[in-house]
């Protein structure tokens, strides 16, 4: 049996290892941004402050359009329907096109009602309309970079956007503070620069993607004539990737709630909660990786009529992630001190405050990791639609009122908000592993049309 469950390990974390790479890196890309930022000063930082959920609503429409490519490349892949895994990534990019454009052209003209609405102050109005016209202005090679990243993870090779996500960040590395300070003819454009930097790097890592996907080893025929829009794929892209782009747009809404619930309790609390949230940040990436390695690997046997093989996979990924965050979890919470005190290393009182938010999230990550593997067979087995649903269930019916009745009603005040995180994360899990053993997931499969036995396979699995 162990045997049997590393077998299956071993090209799950060849897939994963490169994608939890990629993502830290890109993590980096973000440091790198906020490092020289910061230097020019309050207002910059504020500038690029208030332009982040606007950026984040973006990425989560183009990530849940290319999630969507992912999992109909990787059934087609593994249902050997090379015909269709060719059209299905030409219109993947077609379709991403399409909404990036539409997007880009909407946020451009309504960047000044946008600012408005956040609660711009005038001091700082015309850079950061300035700044959000450039971010919708990129939106294009941000949906483009999404999209050859998908197609390229969906045939099952993840190193390759590695190298593209790697020569992105030396890019920006460069043009920061090129852009920035300026340097010879060069002149200095302050935060703005930054703006240009980040367009800049998108172009050509969008142009190198496209070129390298497009080499004849990957085998993927993408032609003039197949980019021409096709309804009913992009139709059925929009199907699957909606509910993805919901989702995700609803955790970084609830973080926002979080927040303003954390801020009733004072400076202390907000702060210590804002420490712990940037740690988590990397944290997540390993389980993230995983899920979507699942999601391919899922996908693929799906497609080739294997279905019994995805629970396998979602089994054996499951359990890997609920053992790797169970270790994570008995360090961060025995060694919580130490930890945050790398990053408070002066203030005891908010050292103190952040310790014991960070023990109390520290006990919920078995419980994240397990989930988020089971939700990545979901969405490889095209079941966007009812994870979509436990992700809103989950924080409009459990992890926010959790966090305001302990918060308030129970005399524990942040700590009941710290708390809400395991207790959350527990309930939530259990959902998504009744639901996994239900094996109701696999009822409908996106190559149906084209590979009945996957049907067929998904029903004999479903009985036993």
């Known amino acids: 049996m162990l045997s049997n469950r590393m077998q299956l390990l071993r090209p799950l974390l060849a897939l994963a290892i490169p994608i939890f790479i990629g ?7 973000h440091l790198i941004n906020a490092f020289w930022v910061g230097r020019l000063g309050a207002e910059a930082v504020a500038i690029v402050t208030l332009s982040f959920p606007v950026n984040i609503l973006m990425i989560s429409v183009g990530s849940g359009l290319s ?17 269709k895994v060719g059209h299905t990534a030409s219109q993947t990019l ?21 600012a408005h609405l956040l609660g711009v102050a005038e001091t700082v109005m015309a850079d950061t309309v300035t700044y959000m016209r450039i971010s919708f202005a990129g939106t294009l090679f941000v949906f483009l970079n999404l999209g050859y990243q998908s197609i390229l993870r969906g045939i099952g090779d993840s190193k390759a956007p590695l190298k593209i996500i790697l020569l992105s960040v030396v890019v920006n590395a460069a043009l920061d503070p090129l852009l920035i300070f300026g340097w010879g003819p060069i002149e200095a454009q302050g935060v703005i620069g930054a703006a240009y930097a980040t367009l800049i790097t998108q172009i050509i890592s969008a142009g190198a993607g496209i070129h390298l996907m497009l080499q004849p080893r990957f085998g993927l025929t993408v032609t003039l004539d197949r980019l021409k829009p096709d309804w009913s794929v ?9 509910p993805a782009s919901v989702e995700q747009t609803t955790q970084a809404l609830s ?3 979080m927040t303003l619930l ?12 804002g420490m712990v949230s940037r740690l988590l940040i990397f944290l997540i990436i390993p389980v993230l990786s995983v899920s979507m390695a699942v999601s391919i690997m899922a996908g693929q046997s799906i497609g080739s009529g294997n ?26 919470f025995v060694f919580a001190r130490p930890i945050m005190h790398i990053f408070i290393p002066y203030d005891e009182t908010l050292l103190t405050a952040a310790s014991i938010a960070l023990k109390m999230f520290a006990l919920s990550f078995p419980f994240s990791g397990l989930q988020m593997a089971l939700t990545g067979a979901f969405r490889g087995a095209s079941d966007t639609f009812n994870t979509m649903l436990m992700t809103l269930m989950g924080v409009w019916a459990v992890q926010l009122p959790l966090a305001f009745v302990l918060s308030h009603y129970t005399g524990m005040g942040e700590l009941g908000l710290w708390l809400s995180a395991p207790l959350a994360g527990f309930i939530n899990a259990t959902v998504a592993l009744v639901y996994f053993k239900s094996k109701y997931w696999l009822r409908k499969t996106a190559v149906t049309d084209s590979q009945p036995s996957a049907v067929q396979t998904s029903a004999a699995a479903g009985s036993e």
């Open 262 to 273: 954390v801020g009733q309790f004072g400076l202390v609390a907000l702060a210590a909660y």
């Open 67 to 83: 999630l969507a490519g992912t999992i109909l490349i990787s059934q087609y892949f593994g249902a050997r329907e090379s015909a």
């Open 307 to 332: 279905a019994k093989h995805a629970v396998r996979i979602g089994t054996s990924a499951s359990m890997f992630n609920f053992a790797l965050m169970l270790l994570v979890a008995m360090l961060f």
């Open 255 to 257: 973080m926002s709630i």
């Open 94 to 114: 077609t379709g991403l096109t399409i909404f990036s454009l539409a997007l880009s052209a909407i946020g451009y003209f309504l960047a000044p009602a946008i």
């Open 23 to 29: 993502g830290a890196v890109q993590t980096s890309y």
């Open 234 to 242: 992009i139709t059925k892209l929009l199907r699957l990737g909606l």
